[in-house]
């Protein structure tokens, strides 16, 4: 749960970091999300028995799809709602 929690919260660390910063949020979201999702498959690979680099890649990209899932269910809904 703590995990979820920590991992979950890397993006919108963004809304905080990238006014600071004067960039936009956006890329800063993708940056620690990337960061964050390949430090949980850093530690899930002592868990899995499977190398770190591998556990981190396959994070990443299961985080990506998922990502990439939300997305495209959000555009289809709000094809709906116009």
């Known amino acids: 749960m703590a ?7 890397a993006p919108l660390l963004a809304y905080v970091v990238a006014p600071l910063a004067g960039v936009a949020i956006f890329p800063v979201a993708v940056v620690f ?7 949980a498959g850093l530690v899930r690979a002592a868990f899995v028995g499977k190398t770190t680099w591998r556990s981190a ?16 269910v959000g555009r289809v809904a709000a094809s709906f709602a116009r």
Do not use: D, P, Q, R
């Open 3 to 9: 995990a979820f929690f920590v991992v979950g919260s």
């Open 57 to 72: 890649i396959e994070m990443l990209a299961v985080g990506a799809l998922a990502g990439g899932a939300a997305y495209l």
């Open 33 to 39: 999300s990337v960061i964050a999702l390949l430090g």
